[in-house]
C-alpha cells in the first residue's frame, strides 16, 4: 500500500510482465457487481471456474479490493489480500488438474486502492473507468497470458450506463431492484489484461455488423468539439473490422466497438472494444487509429505479447495494419509508407540502434517497435510476395495456443515453414541487429522515395502518442 506510493514502475512495465506460473487456469469469470457513482461503492460476487495446472496447497489471484468471504469447491477458505494478490488457502489441498469453482465476496471504494501502477480506477465526474488492470473490479489469474471468459452484471442507478467487452444482452439494461442492471457477455476467451470497464453517463449507439455481430459503441456526454470527429472515425468500426478480417482472418471476438472518453488519458485495444482518450481525434481523419486499436484484436489480444522483446508482436502488425488502411483509403500506399520511412532516417540515425527485439525500455521512441517493425513487415512481404505474407498473418493468429505468450522465434519460424524460404538473413538484419538494413523494404532496386504519402503524418502522430503514454496496446 505504502510501497505503492514508493514504486516508479511505468504503465508499460505493469502492461507487458513477463509470463508466470500461477498453477491455475481460467476457464470462466462470472462477475456480479453493484456500482454507486456518487459514494464510488463497489460490491461485488466473482465466481472463477478454474483448474489446478499443478497441485495446490495455496494459491493466488490479482485483486485489491476487501474480500468479505472465499470459498473454493463449496467450502470456506481461508485468505489474505496485500500487494495487489488475493491469496487463497482451500480447505482441503488440490490435485494437479482438478476442477475448481472458487467464489469471491466483495466490497470497497475502489479510488481509494490505487496501486500506483497501470491505469487503475479512474474516478470521472459520472463514474468510473478501469482499463486493463481488473484488481479494481474482479479477483482475476496472475498470469495475463491466461484467457477466459466472462460474463458481466452491474446494477447501477436508473440512467447510468455500464460499458465493458463483448455484447450488451437485450440491447440495454432492464430494471431492477436498486436501479439499472446490465448484463454483458464474451464468450469467447480474452486475455484480462484487455479488460474494460466503464460506468457513468455514456450515448450508446448499437448496430449491427456486416457479418451480423452486435456493434456497441459508447461517447462520454462531455467530447465537446470533438464529438463529432470522433463519431466519423469510430461509427467506421464495423467497416474496417472487415476490412481486417480481409486481410488477417476471422475477427476473434463476439462484438465490436469503441468507447470515446473525455477523462481517459490514453487508447487501449481492449478486447471487442477498444477505449481512445477523446484527444486523438484532434488528428484529422482519425481512422487509422480504429484500424490501429482493432489490429491489435488479433495481434495483442490473441496474440498477447507479453514482455518488451515481444512488444513489436502487437504493435509492428497494428501499425502495418494502418498501413494497409491508408492504401485502402487511398492516402499511400503500404510499400510507399515503409521506404518514406526507411529513407526519413538515416543509418546514423540512433533510432536504428535499437531493433524490434530489444527496445530501450525507458526510452518513449516509437520507432524501433511500431515503424521499424512495421517495415520489417514490409520487407517480409516483399520477400515472400503477397499471397505467402498474408497467409503467414493469418496462420500467426489462428495458430496461438492458448494460454501461452508467443515469441518472436515462433514467428520466424512459422513464416519459414509457411513460404518455404530461409529468412533468417532478413529477420537478422530488422529485427536483431542494432542498425539500419542496407536493403530497403522493398527491395533493392526501389528507388528513393521523393513524395511523403499523405497519411504519413497521421500515422507517425499516432505511433509517437502511442509510445510517449506507454500505450500497451
Ligand atoms: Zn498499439
Do not use: C
Amino acid at each position: 500500500m505504502i510501497a505503492g506510493l514508493m514504486l516508479t514502475a511505468t504503465p508499460q512495465a505493469m502492461a507487458t510482465p513477463d509470463p508466470v506460473d500461477d498453477g491455475i487456469n481460467v476457464g470462466h469469470y462470472s462477475v456480479d457487481l453493484n456500482y454507486r457513482p456518487s459514494t464510488d461503492v463497489l460490491s461485488g460476487v466473482t465466481t472463477i471456474l478454474s483448474t489446478a495446472t499443478r497441485d495446490l496447497a495455496q494459491f493466488d489471484l490479482k485483486f485489491l479490493l476487501k474480500v468479505s468471504s472465499v470459498s473454493v469447491n463449496n467450502e470456506p477458505a481461508t485468505y489474505s489480500v496485500k500487494d495487489g494478490k488475493l491469496s487463497i488457502t482451500p480447505k482441503k489441498p488440490l490435485a494437479n488438474g482438478a476442477d475448481m469453482i472458487v467464489v469471491v465476496r466483495y466490497s470497497d471504494t475502489p479510488g481509494a486502492r490505487d496501486d500506483g501502477l497501470g491505469f487503475g480506477w479512474l474516478r470521472t465526474p459520472t463514474g468510473a473507468v478501469a482499463v486493463g488492470s481488473p484488481a479494481y473490479w474482479y479477483p482475476s489469474a496472475v498470469d495475463q497470458a491466461d484467457q477466459a471468459t466472462l460474463d458481466l452484471s452491474a446494477v447501477v442507478p436508473t440512467g447510468v450506463e455500464v460499458i465493458t467487452n463483448g455484447v450488451l444482452k437485450f440491447d440495454g439494461p432492464l430494471p431492477a431492484p436498486g436501479g439499472d442492471k446490465w448484463q454483458w457477455r464474451n464468450d469467447r476467451p480474452g486475455p484480462s489484461n484487455a479488460s474494460l470497464l466503464a460506468i457513468g453517463q455514456y450515448d450508446l449507439k448499437i448496430s449491427k455488423a456486416p457479418n451480423g455481430q452486435q456493434v456497441v459503441n459508447a461517447y462520454s456526454a462531455d467530447l465537446g468539439a470533438l464529438d463529432s470527429p470522433a463519431r466519423a472515425a469510430i461509427e467506421r468500426t464495423p467497416e474496417i473490422v472487415n476490412m481486417l478480417s480481409h486481410w488477417f482472418g476471422p475477427y476473434p471476438y463476439n462484438a465490436q466497438g469503441g468507447l470515446v472518453d473525455s477523462k481517459f488519458f490514453n487508447v487501449v485495444a481492449t478486447t471487442s472494444r477498444p477505449i481512445y482518450k477523446s484527444g486523438v481525434f484532434e488528428t484529422d481523419w482519425n481512422s487509422s487509429v480504429v484500424a490501429h486499436e482493432n489490429a491489435h484484436q488479433w495481434y495483442g489480444n490473441v496474440v498477447n505479447p507479453l514482455g518488451n522483446g515481444t512488444r513489436w508482436l502487437g504493435e509492428a502488425f497494428a501499425t502495418y495494419a494502418e498501413f494497409l488502411w491508408s492504401q485502402q483509403e487511398g492516402l499511400g500506399t503500404a510499400a510507399e509508407l515503409a521506404q518514406y520511412y526507411y529513407d526519413k532516417f538515416p543509418a546514423d540515425h540512433p533510432d536504428w540502434k535499437a531493433p524490434p527485439t530489444n527496445p530501450d525500455p525507458t526510452s518513449s521512441s516509437a520507432f524501433p517497435i511500431y515503424t521499424r517493425g512495421a517495415i520489417a513487415l514490409q520487407a517480409l512481404r516483399t520477400e515472400v510476395g503477397d499471397e505467402t505474407f498474408f497467409r503467414i498473418l493469418r496462420n500467426w493468429a489462428a495458430e496461438q495456443k492458448p494460454d501461452t505468450a508467443p515469441t518472436t522465434e515462433e514467428f520466424t519460424a512459422l513464416a519459414e515453414r509457411v513460404s518455404g524460404k530461409d529468412l533468417k538473413e532478413l529477420f537478422h538484419a530488422w529485427l536483431y541487429a542494432p542498425e539500419r538494413p542496407a536493403v530497403g523494404p522493398n527491395g533493392p532496386t526501389t528507388a528513393r522515395s521523393t513524395v511523403k504519402p499523405l497519411s504519413y503524418d497521421t500515422v507517425t502522430a499516432n505511433a509517437q502518442r502511442f509510445a510517449a503514454a506507454k500505450h500497451h496496446m
